[in-house]
């Protein structure tokens, strides 16, 4: 068993991240000085208990020509908004999928998704996919492209 | 921001590669020699690979990703900013360390930045506070419901090759 503070060393080291090598876990496990089973069985468990959403690799799209991203709004009414939100959420070309107030009369959009792409075309057919796969064409959306990022920071974590 | 002349031509090979180990690495002691005999591809291939990437960036980390932390609040913001002073804004907006993101996008409500701290009531100061300096209208739009919160890319094939191949066609 491991203590709170050893687990949260551990956590802290996989978040930042494991080296790419024949044995990972090993490699960490001895310089955190644990087992490398019992780390095995630590990441499966923060798995289990949902406190980590995924444990693998953290791509940059940019590096790979993914150089657009959309804000995807949408005005869906309150008693439908959970289901579309959760079927939208499970998109693969879906990256993030929200809930978030309307604000009348500026701004009637309550669900907001993001998608990236390598430009604004392969954006719009992914969208009018995405919109006939789910049959949602009878929804107002609309596409918000990012025409110049002026920052972009990883998540911060906080305590 | 934009290096598009330093993008990498990606194979199919590769894409699937990089498809694969975003949506997990196993927890065994050999996870690539796992995910090589997935793809059918060499493990010394796969390790040397994806150790390229790395070193170019295209992977930024091998690690767990946190679940947001109920500990942590955030908010998606936007400004309706006139043309001329969208610069002085955003510089402004940047100078708050909360501040995590912020774009311009194409919409009436032109600049979108996300604020993070530790309680609702930090993140309502920091509005606050950009509003009386900014006088444009604000949305403030906090998360009501997440329904799905993981930056996992999809490649496609058709997306990441060279760019003349791209322009023949999306539509497949």
Redesign the interface.
């Known amino acids: 068993m491991m203590n709170i503070n050893q687990q949260k060393r551990i ?1 802290k080291a ?13 490699e960490l496990a001895e310089s955190l000085n644990v087992d ?1 089973q019992q780390l ?1 069985d630590f ?2 468990e ?1 798995k289990d208990s ?18 657009c ?1 959309a ?1 995807v709004v949408w005005d869906i009414p309150d008693d439908e ?2 289901e579309i ?2 079927l ?3 998109h ?10 309307r ?1 009348l009369p ?2 009637p959009y309550n669900l ?1 998704t993001m998608l ?4 604004q ?2 954006i719009v ?1 992914e969208l009018n996919h995405i919109v006939n796969e789910n049959d949602i064409g009878q929804y107002a959306c ?1 596409i ?16 | ?4 002349k ?3 031509n ?1 194979s199919n090979a590769d894409i699937k590669l ?1 498809n694969r ?5 196993p ?6 020699s796992v995910i090589a005999k997935e793809l059918n591809e060499d493990k010394s291939w796969v ?1 040397s690979r ?2 390229e ?2 070193e ?14 109920k ?2 609040v955030s908010t ?1 913001a936007a400004f309706k900013i006139p043309e001329d002073r969208i610069n002085d804004v ?2 402004l ?2 100078s708050y360390d909360e ?9 009436d ?1 032109n ?3 996300v604020v ?3 309680s609702e009531e930090k993140v309502h100061a920091l509005i606050t506070d950009l509003s009386n300096h900014v006088d444009f ?1 604000l ?17 496609d094939p058709a ?2 090759c060279s760019e003349d191949v ?1 322009k023949k066609d ?2 497949s």
């Open positions: 956590l996989l978040s930042k991240g494991l080296p790419i090598c024949e044995e990972p876990y090993k490398e095995l990441i499966q923060l949902n406190v980590i959403s995924r444990f693998g690799m953290i791509i940059n799209p940019e590096s790979v020509g993914y150089h991203n804000l908004v959970d939100g959760t939208l959420g499970l693969e070309k879906i990256s993030l999928c929200y809930k978030r107030p604000q500026d701004w907001f990236h792409g390598k430009n075309q392969s057919a609309d918000l492209f990012s025409s110049k990022t002026f920052k972009h920071s990883g998540a911060r974590t906080f305590g | 921001m934009s290096d598009s330093n993008n990498i990606l990089l180990v975003q949506k997990c690495v927890l065994c002691s050999n996870p690539f390790i994806l150790k990437f790395q170019l960036n295209v992977i930024r980390r091998f690690a767990a990703v946190k679940r947001r932390k500990s942590s998606l955003a510089h907006i940047n501040v995590s993101h912020n774009h311009l996008r194409e919409h409500y600049l979108w930045f993070q701290d530790k209208p949305l403030n739009l906090p998360i009501l419901e997440s329904y799905h919160s993981d930056m996992v890319i999809k490649l997306c990441c791209d999306h539509s």
